[in-house]
């Protein structure tokens, strides 16, 4: 029932901007964190960012501050992850996931609830 579908991957030039959109369906949206991670081929999974949907609280990897920036559409029961300043280190699959847990420091290392099918994110020299 629970549901999350990722969009708006592709290829951009270093420099470039990307905004990525997890739709979410089959739950409360309201009652739930999304968060946004990536995996390049042969690297760990990387935790990048997420938000708590009952009161907008975010966190940042260090990676990601001052470049990515999430944000939550309640109505739409959709979160963004708009990227700016794309290098090619960030050419990875993205993919958004859901939790009941709060959103903060130690988010990435509790279970999660739903993962969406990833979106490819591919930056060129």
């Known amino acids: 029932e629970v549901q999350l579908v990722e969009s708006g991957g592709g290829l951009v030039q270093a420099g470039g901007s990307l905004r990525l959109s997890c739709a979410a369906s089959g739950f409360t949206f309201d009652d739930y964190a999304i968060g946004w991670f990536r995996q390049a081929p042969g690297k760990e999974r990387e935790g990048l960012s997420c938000i708590s949907n009952s009161d907008g609280n975010t966190y940042y990897a260090d990676s990601v501050k001052g470049r990515f920036t999430i944000s939550s559409d309640n109505a739409k029961n959709t979160v963004y992850l708009q990227m700016n300043s794309l290098e090619p280190e960030d050419t990875a699959v993205y993919y958004c996931?859901?939790?009941?847990?709060?959103?903060?420091?130690?988010?990435?290392?509790?279970?999660?609830?739903?993962w969406g099918q990833g979106t490819q994110v591919t930056v060129s020299s």
């Open positions: 996931a859901s939790t009941l847990v709060y959103c903060g420091s130690s988010w990435y290392s509790v279970p999660l609830d739903a």
